[in-house]
């Protein structure tokens, strides 16, 4: 009898979990580029293919994790993280409650930090909270990122990879959308404080210049970046449906 071919998925499946042996071996070996190693290429396919992320999510999790932790020292338990961010929220109520007590540049200055902490401290959390509803969960909590270094939260890939795409596109987007309205959401405490006219116009000027970095560089990295990359996906995966 003649031997059944393979399906054209099966194929597929084949390939991209030799290619994944492959670049797990080399992490193993201690190379953690990723990228040159074609990770994020094989990860782009298998994200297209429903079957093939039941299938080899839990492995491209694994190198992902390896790797992370191969190159960030300085890393703790994402709760950890999550207590700071939040610590530093409750810091910034502080700001408003001495912006009220105090008059002059020194209750200027109070609200002013209260708008830049609620900035630093709600993107992490929110972060969290919207991976959470999507079935993302976290392995590490971390400071990095391009200069000055920022507070961070790694996934767990393989959850990362079984959430549908418009969840992780959603994920991405919502640290960044806290991120602005953290400015704004201080500035509506400013009437009912002792602050001087100039703190109003700082952090209505926070907030705008957050929205113009976003509008003319995260749209090609960061955030904003990866949620076009994974609502494009959730797009390429609907036509496929349709296709069949």
Do not use: C
Request: hydrophobic fraction near 50%; glycine fraction near 10%; avoid cysteine.
């Amino acid at each position: 009898m003649e031997a059944l071919r393979p399906t054209p998925q099966q194929v597929l499946l084949a390939e991209l979990g030799r290619e994944l042996d492959r670049i797990e071996t080399e992490v193993a070996a201690g190379n953690t580029d990723l990228a040159a190693l074609g990770f994020w290429r094989t990860v782009g396919a298998i994200k297209l293919d429903r079957v093939a992320v039941l299938e080899l999510a839990e492995q491209a999790g694994r190198i992902d994790t390896a790797a992370f932790r191969a190159r960030v020292g300085a890393r703790a338990r994402p709760w950890v993280g999550v207590t700071a961010m939040i610590a530093l929220t409750a810091l910034g109520f502080v700001g408003i409650w001495l912006a009220d007590v105090w008059t002059g540049a020194w209750a200027g200055l109070a609200i002013l930090g209260t708008g830049v902490a609620w900035s630093i401290g709600w993107h992490l959390p929110t972060h969290v909270f919207v991976g959470w509803l999507g079935g993302i969960r976290f392995t590490d909590a971390f400071l990095g990122g391009p200069p000055p270094p920022r507070p961070g939260i790694k996934t767990d890939y393989a959850t990362y990879l079984h959430a549908e795409p418009s969840m992780r596109a959603w994920f991405h987007a919502s640290g960044a959308i806290a991120t602005k309205i953290a400015p704004f959401a201080a500035l509506a405490f400013w009437p009912s404080t002792g602050a001087p006219a100039w703190a109003a116009w700082a952090l209505a000027a926070l907030g705008v210049l957050q929205i113009v970095t976003d509008l003319t560089l995260s749209r090609k990295s960061s955030d904003w970046k990866k949620f076009r990359r994974e609502r494009q996906v959730a797009r390429d995966r609907q036509a496929a449906l349709s296709r069949i």
